[in-house]
């Protein structure tokens, strides 16, 4: 990831002949945040301009600058992408790169900490380092509850146990 950037989202299949691509963002703050950027970095072209961007109900439709076509587009699926940290807009507590580095909780205790974010078949996963072993847990959980620190209260049997 380039310094002073955050991953918010990644590109999906093309849209149309003119090089449009759907953008699936990390979460609702960093979809939303889309449409305030000028630019974004997309890893085989570096900084690019967004020319255009289109909400609509079901997706949201990226142009790029300098791609032009459907062939150019297809080149650019599945891949990430990131925005500088000053662009975002609001605060960054709403996205989910933020996650990362929180301290987790167990039932109100100190537990772990965050270090990464995985997508594992639709759903996002915690990465939680704790008492020297790693743990995955469902961020979308009912038992998970996101602030300043992320507190897992009443986690079903077995979640925290060695595999």
């Known amino acids: 990831m380039p310094e002073g950037y955050s991953k918010i989202g990644t590109l999906g299949k093309t849209f149309?002949?003119?090089?449009?691509?759907?953008?699936?963002?990390?979460?609702?703050?960093?979809?939303?945040?889309?449409?305030?950027?000028?630019?974004?970095?997309?890893?085989?072209l570096?900084?690019?301009t967004l020319k255009r961007v289109e909400v609509m109900p079901q997706q949201t439709v990226l142009y790029l600058a300098g791609?032009?076509?459907?062939?150019a587009a297809k080149r650019l699926v599945n891949e990430p992408v990131y925005a500088p940290r000053t662009a975002?807009?609001?605060?960054?507590?709403?996205?989910?790169?933020?996650?990362?580095?929180r301290p987790v909780l167990r039932d109100g205790q100190p537990f772990g900490?965050?270090?990464?974010?995985l997508e594992?078949?639709?759903?996002?996963?915690?990465?939680v380092s704790a008492q020297g072993a790693k743990h995955l847990v469902p961020l979308a959980a009912p038992y998970?509850?996101?602030?300043d620190?992320?507190?897992i209260r009443n986690p079903p049997e077995g979640l925290f146990e060695p595999a």
């Open 16 to 44: 149309k002949l003119e090089g449009g691509l759907r953008f699936y963002g990390l979460g609702q703050a960093e979809q939303a945040a889309i449409v305030e950027l000028k630019q974004v970095f997309v890893p085989p």
């Open 88 to 101: 975002l807009p609001g605060e960054a507590y709403g996205y989910i790169e933020a996650l990362i580095g």
């Open 46 to 48: 570096g900084v690019v």
């Open 120 to 127: 594992a078949g639709g759903q996002r996963l915690l990465v």
């Open 67 to 71: 791609v032009l076509s459907i062939e």
């Open 144 to 147: 998970v509850i996101v602030g």
């Open 149 to 151: 620190a992320i507190d």
């Open 113 to 117: 900490i965050v270090r990464d974010l």
